[in-house]
């Protein structure tokens, strides 16, 4: 499968600071990156969807001047959380998709954000 | 709208012994993907299986294996001689074909447990 970093792997933080997350596909070029959110017992929800060099297409509910995804090249991509608040609280996870894995997803390791 | 249904939240299994997960789904297209996803408490989620809509023979990974039935929209997942370290969530997941730049669509997760 894919090898896949995410930076940092956990993040603290204040209310109203913001929070750059990076992630990396190590060993294929990823035209797509998926960003996902996990809340603690609960199942993966896609916040947005980039392709390379294009702006990002964001799920409903999900807002796109919150969560700055940038897909500037191929391996790698930032999900930036800005003015984090206590409810933005969550583990992040990126899935590079495209490339030489046209057929599966495969994950980061996942970065928790905690917002105090 | 597609959906993944995951009908039991918590499911557990002595060692050795064999489970067998649920998944249904629902969609109105004749090709897709379909996944199972591990995640242990590392978080860090694994691709178990899959399996694609157009091919009749069921899926197999060494002791895991599905049964798919495409007409009853049915996606379950037989893990044999169950180890202590298959204990984790499992995610099942839908995606349209190329399955590695279309996004997935969870559901809700089985706890697994392996009792020793």
């Known amino acids: 499968g894919a090898v896949v970093s995410q930076h940092p792997s956990w993040v603290i933080c204040k209310s109203g600071t913001s929070v750059k997350i990076e992630c990396r596909s190590l060993d294929f070029q990823a035209t797509t990156m998926f960003w996902y959110r996990q809340f603690p017992k609960q199942s993966l929800m896609l916040m947005a969807t980039?392709?390379?060099?294009?702006?990002?297409?964001?799920e409903q509910g999900v807002e796109k001047d919150k969560f700055l995804i940038n897909h500037a090249s191929l391996t790698l991509s930032t999900l930036t959380v800005t003015s984090a608040h206590p409810e933005d609280s969550s583990f992040y996870i990126c899935s590079p998709g495209g490339g030489r894995f046209t057929d599966t997803q495969y994950f980061g390791p996942g970065t928790r954000l905690t917002v105090l | 709208a597609q959906t993944v249904t995951q009908s039991q939240p918590e499911m557990s299994v002595q060692e050795a012994e064999t489970v067998t997960l649920s998944c249904t789904y629902d969609t109105s297209e004749s090709d897709y993907y379909l996944f199972w996803y591990k995640q242990p408490p590392s978080r860090q989620m694994i691709l178990v299986i899959r399996q694609e809509a157009y091919k009749q023979q069921n899926a197999t990974e060494n002791r895991f294996s599905v049964n798919f039935q495409k007409a009853a929209k049915s996606f379950s997942l037989k893990i044999s001689d169950s180890q202590l370290g298959d204990a984790a969530m499992y995610f099942c997941a839908y995606s349209l074909p190329r399955g590695g730049s279309e996004k997935l669509v969870f559901g809700k997760g089985t706890k697994l447990t392996v009792n020793p």
């Open positions: 980039s392709n390379e060099g294009s702006k990002a297409t964001y």
